[in-house]
């Protein structure tokens, strides 16, 4: 008796352990963004389970509201009976079992926020992410994962997931794959190559100044270049998803394909299309760096809570970092096309004076609730351009102290190898591998430049690998108050303040607004109304400030009509460039004979 209820509880485990969760999606009214979501939980002996819809989705790091668009939800027993439900929290439904049974559930999804990327449906096509569209129960999390979807006839479906059975129905390990491989079903383009025996889908939806054959030869040498950095691929096949839209713009990552938003005329030109391209090249890294490996705080995913980590800007801004080595070993971006953006990185650093605040770690654990504007650009800085710098001053430090031969990259290959996924990298895992990998002690590295704001002096970091960082020999010196303001008819407008400069020394503050420098009125924009003026005088400044007029006094500061410039050294020595060939793959410029 007690073997036969031994077997007997071996097979209800067994049955559970591979039971599937079926969802399906009917699309009847797409023309007002409308879905009518099914869900098949299996079997279920508990009192009651918890059906949830995401607080957030993978790759923005940010709580969305996406419960909102759920209607009319119902519950069903295996018997097609209604079952007991309340809603316990914005994105918790929980269901009453009065007997072991299958659960069935249905609602409806309003899916109007194209921009978020995680629910969209309209008369021409739908994006589907499954944190926008399908509820999860922790009960049954792991188990196998069924999608079916009743949509027009004319749309076709792409997802990284495999198919099941026809073109619309799809299979995934588990409720964590389903959720980070989202679904483009539509009237779309659909592009398919194959480069070292692994497939890839372009698919665009959507129309636009953009050249698909271009995409696709670039795409080619992009997905090459993953042994520039890791020891192998963690997919066989790769999704890129392309929207050509307006109101709309950004990217995400996912487990084995991306979705990419741009606006439909952003495509045309060298500088938008090499924004494209060097959009894909970031969300390719993520394959490896955050969907292979990622910080310990975000493994597993809470996907009903903030998943806080002081290492996103080694997810991040790392990612950023290595987006334009990819392009220019690949022949996709050229050199000079590399200092541009470079430029800019290092530029918009130096301006936001929240760097001197707020350190990479704390803006890493910080992200989930840091905002734009005026006070965080004084005050806080972000994972993007800070991880990114960081990771240049590291990978040039590892450059230069072993004459080349130990870079960033290897850092990130070990955590490829060591640090897969189901487990979670740590700080101290990074320090072991630098450690490891040189034999020096990073700790006060580490201390000087994560933990704490960081002092990178890029002239002298710049010039290891051959660079210089400098203003244009025909830059003009100009005169400014340190602050940005916007045309507001006859006023100028503040939006910005730089924390320390003219303007905020003399008490002006975001949303003043200038009507008169020295008793003349203001121009159509500040650059105007300050030509006539030289760095180091003193204006008298009129101003509106809560409907009252006053006035002050500011010393004004000096400015520059060109930003400084990250350039080749002519003159660099055959060490400075044999660095920079080892940094960046390719030639010196001084070595590259022009036609």
């Keep these: 008796m007690k073997k036969l209820l031994a077997l007997s509880i071996v097979a209800a485990c067994s049955t559970s352990a591979f039971a599937d969760v079926n969802y399906e999606l009917k699309i ?37 509201n996406l419960a909102n668009g759920v209607r009319y939800f119902n519950a069903k027993d295996e018997d097609g009976k209604e079952l007991t439900w309340e809603k316990v929290d914005h994105s918790t439904w929980r269901v009453h079992l009065n007997k072991p049974t299958e659960v069935n559930v249905d609602y409806q999804v309003y899916a109007n926020e194209l921009g978020k990327r995680a629910r969209h449906i309209d008369d021409s096509h739908a994006f589907i992410d499954a944190s926008g569209f399908f509820m999860f129960s922790e009960s049954f999390r792991q188990e196998p994962v069924t999608v079916n979807l009743d949509i027009p006839k004319k749309w076709r479906s792409v997802s990284g997931m495999d198919n099941l059975e026809g073109k619309n129905s799809f299979k995934a390990a588990n409720y964590d794959v389903l959720v980070d491989s989202p679904i483009e079903t539509g009237i779309n383009q659909l592009h398919t190559f194959e480069v070292d025996d692994r497939e890839y889908d372009l698919v665009v939806w959507g129309d636009g100044n953009y050249d698909v054959d271009l995409m696709l030869t670039d795409l080619k040498k992009l997905v090459a270049t993953g042994n520039v950095i890791w020891d192998g691929y963690p997919y066989e096949r790769y999704v ?79 990612t950023s970092y290595f987006e334009d080595h990819l392009l220019v070993r690949s022949g996709i971006q050229t050199t000079d096309e590399f200092f541009k953006v470079m430029s800019k990185t290092i530029n918009r650093h130096l301006q936001t004076p929240g760097r001197e605040v707020q350190s990479a770690s704390e803006t890493s654990f910080d992200k989930w609730i840091n905002q734009g504007g005026d006070h965080a650009r004084n005050y806080s800085t972000n994972i993007y351009s800070e991880g990114s710098l960081l990771s240049l001053a590291l990978d040039i430090d590892l450059l230069e102290k072993s004459q080349g031969t130990i870079s960033y990259r290897d850092v990130h290959k070990a955590l490829y190898n060591n640090h897969k996924m189901p487990a979670g990298f740590t700080d ?29 002096n890029f002239d002298e970091l710049l010039a290891k690998v051959g660079l210089k960082y400098e203003r244009p020999e025909k830059a003009k010196a100009l005169a400014s108050i340190d602050a940005t303001a916007k045309n507001t008819g006859e006023l ?104």
């Design 28 to 64: 009847s009214e797409p023309q007002h963004h409308l879905g009518n979501v099914s869900v098949e939980f299996p079997k279920s002996a508990q009192s009651h389970i918890d059906v949830k819809l995401p607080a957030w989705r993978t790759g923005r790091y940010e709580i969305l």
């Design 240 to 318: 890129f998803m392309v929207h050509a839209t307006s109101g709309a713009g950004g990217a995400t990552e996912h487990l084995n394909s991306t979705i990419i938003q741009r606006p439909r005329d952003r495509f045309g030109s060298r500088e938008d299309y090499l924004g494209f391209i060097s959009t894909a090249a970031h969300e390719f890294i993520h394959t490896w760096n955050v969907k292979a490996y990622r910080p310990q705080g975000l493994v597993p995913y809470d996907y009903t809570n903030m998943n806080y980590s002081k290492l996103l800007w080694i997810a991040e801004g790392s």
């Design 428 to 456: 101290v895992d990074v320090l072991n591998i630098l450690k490891d990998l040189t034999g020096r002690d990073y700790s006060s590295w580490w201390q000087e430049n994560v933990e704490s704001p960081a002092s990178i």
């Design 492 to 595: 100028l407008t503040l939006s910005y303040v730089r924390r320390g400069g003219s303007a905020w020394e003399a008490g002006l503050t975001t949303n003043d607004k200038i009507v008169a420098i020295n008793k003349h009125h203001v121009g159509k924009d500040l650059k105007t109304s300050l030509e006539t003026f030289k760095a180091g005088e003193k204006v008298i400044v009129d101003y509106i400030r809560r409907d009252a007029l006053d006035s002050l006094t500011l010393v004004l500061s000096e400015d520059f009509d060109k930003p400084k410039k990250v350039v080749a050294n002519k003159d660099a020595t055959l060490e400075q460039k044999a660095l920079f060939k080892a940094w960046i793959g390719v030639e010196h410029p001084a070595d590259v004979k022009k036609d």
